[in-house]
């Protein structure tokens, strides 16, 4: 047990070792006690510093100055950087004209900054190392099983191979069977051929024999001689025997049609790892939203607005001109359309990429280092409003030409994954028509649809099936018919809602369930909204073309 400890760990002093502490020096770093504090300072009264037990290492312990021995530097040279006394800061010669700071407050900027770090390592470096680490080992773990898995599967395509070289042989077996066969035959009818001739010699024979005995005159004069007939023999049938040319075994050949195996090879990616996020506590609702700042596009007609950061913004409307600006109000860059026609609606990817409809080619395009490209072209449908999705895809609300259906398409590239367009009854869960339908998929992976004319926000899960309709909120203040139009959700998995006509923004959870409005930030026809990476809300006026910038959460 530590004797400066009781069962109840209780701190004792460190020189007698049973009273309880009630006095620390802030310089020694000893625990003291009453009675123990004369025999603790006796050696050098000033040089130590005995405070209350609960303010211990509360006092900061200056270093000595080494030019004027008697001081204490609680100042810092900006130009030297260098802690000097009072001294030092009026002398004439070395520090003449130079900055000071106060030392103090230096030290407390860098205690913070030892705390920040000491949380940094503890709640997200250590734990993104300890991550990587545990990862490798079980890659190492794993890396047995898995070249067994790559042997097995070469090996099963050896035994494939085996067996076609198997059919090749039995086939080749086959023809030779057929060609014995054939030639058999060919002899057999030849002996055939052979045998009759035979046979009329032997009958020739005997009459012969007949008639060298016989004395008959008129037998004798009727003989007619065969032997002409017998002494033109029949061709020789030959037949060769099949012969078999076997091809060199090229084994190199042999190799490369077998397949390509591909050499092991391994890089250094940068960016492979990533920061562990510090988990951070839920955000709550501000009672009241602040307006950060207001930026005029000078558009009219202003449809879309999308974050490239927190302080830079996409945005667009019925022009082909789309604008990327900051929060300061000024134009950073401007793309048009590929078509010269205005955008349906814009979307920014995680490698900060702009991509944007085109009702007028019926394409999705993206633009990357300052080249337009064509990702989707549809046949039938028309392409309106777009989201990139958590993985990188992206999922795109079209009509189709005679504006009688709608739909979600999930595309990955130029390659369609999904289409959401009926519930399990088979009845549309969007209106059918050419109306806006922003789109938004949310933190738990819900896809969620603004649908203007349907006067409902429409959210499914991830498979397409529906979770909730939400058709608005009764309120006396809000007197017109709920409308939707932009649509987003930030990190709480909150949906948020334009409402254009009341003039406000609607705030779900995440369920459905109606949380507050955003309606004391003079908003005027709020028409498309987007929220950077920390939460702060972005919303485009319609009419007087002005981006705000709104905090709701704190």
């Keep these: 047990m530590d004797p400066h400890r009781s069962a109840q760990d209780v701190v004792r002093c460190d020189l007698c070792e049973t009273a309880i502490v009630q006095m620390y020096c802030d310089f020694c770093h ?84 030892i705390t ?35 042997t097995t599967v070469f090996t099963k395509h050896g035994e494939e191979w085996h067996k076609e070289i198997d059919n090749v042989i039995n086939k080749m077996k086959h023809e030779i069977e057929e060609m014995k066969i054939k030639h058999l035959e060919i002899l057999k009818k030849h002996l055939d051929e052979i045998k009759q001739i035979q046979s009329l010699i032997e009958q020739s024979l005997i009459t012969l ?101 927190e302080e830079e913004f996409w945005t667009s409307a019925e022009v082909s001109d789309m ?82 259906q709608s739909k979600v ?10 289409t959401i367009q009926y519930d399990d009854e088979g009845k549309p869960l969007y209106s059918g028509n050419n109306k806006i339908k922003y789109i938004s998929e949310n933190r738990n992976l819900d896809i969620c649809v603004a649908d203007t004319e349907a006067c409902a926000v429409v959210v499914v899960n991830q498979n397409g099936k529906l979770r909730f309709r939400y058709t608005g909120h009764s309120s006396t203040t809000k007197n017109k018919a709920f409308r939707p139009r932009g649509i987003t959700t930030d990190i709480q998995s909150q949906i948020l809602t334009a409402d254009r006509d009341n003039h406000c923004i609607h705030i779900l959870d995440q369920n459905g369930q109606f949380l507050r409005y955003i309606d004391n930030c003079d908003l005027n026809n709020p028409f498309s909204l987007c929220v950077d990476k920390s939460d702060n809300l972005f919303v485009t006026e319609f009419n007087s073309g002005n981006v705000k910038k709104i905090k709701y959460l704190q």
């Excluded at 005995?50 to 006092?59: H, I, M, N």
């Excluded at 390592?121 to 898995?149: A, C, F, R």
């Design 209 to 309: 024999g007949k008639m060298e005995e016989s004395n008959e005159v008129s037998v004798t004069m009727e003989y007619r001689s065969q032997n002409k007939e017998f002494r033109k023999l029949p061709p020789k049938v030959r037949v060769s025997l099949p012969t078999f040319s076997p091809n060199t075994i090229d084994s190199e050949q042999l190799y490369k049609s077998l397949g390509s195996l591909i050499p092991l090879s391994f890089t250094r990616d940068e960016n492979g790892y990533t920061l562990k996020k510090a988990e951070t506590s839920p955000k709550e609702l501000m009672d009241e939203p602040e307006l950060v700042a207001t930026i005029n596009t000078g558009y009219k007609d202003f449809r879309s607005v999308t974050c490239l950061s």
């Design 323 to 404: 604008k990327c600006f900051n929060v300061q109000g000024t134009v950073i860059n401007t793309i048009k359309t590929k078509s010269g026609g205005p955008p349906n609606d814009i979307a920014v990817t995680s490698d900060r990429d702009l991509v944007y409809s085109d009702s007028t080619t019926n394409t999705v395009n993206k633009v990357k280092s300052g080249q337009t490209e064509e990702v989707i072209r549809l046949q039938g449908l028309i392409p309106t409003q777009l989201c990139v999705t958590s993985s990188g895809d992206l999922l795109v609300t079209v009509y189709s030409d005679d504006q009688t």
């Design 30 to 113: 000893v625990n003291l006690c009453i009675a123990c504090i004369g025999k603790h300072i006796v050696d050098d009264y000033q040089k130590h510093i005995v405070v209350p037990f609960q303010k211990r290492k509360s006092t900061l312990i200056y270093p000595k100055c080494s030019r004027h021995q008697t001081e204490k530097c609680k100042f810092h040279c900006k130009e030297c950087d260098m802690s000097v006394c009072s001294l030092c800061t009026i002398s004439a010669d070395k520090h003449k004209g130079h900055t000071f700071s106060i030392l103090s407050e230096i030290y407390k900027n860098k205690k913070a900054d």
């Design 116 to 150: 920040k770090d000491s949380e940094e390592i503890e709640n997200i470096i250590s734990p993104t190392y300890e991550e990587m680490s545990t990862d490798l080992e079980t890659q190492i773990t794993n890396l047995d099983g898995e070249y067994v898995k790559f």
């Design 409 to 418: 398409v999930h595309y990955s590239g130029s390659t369609e994954k999904q």
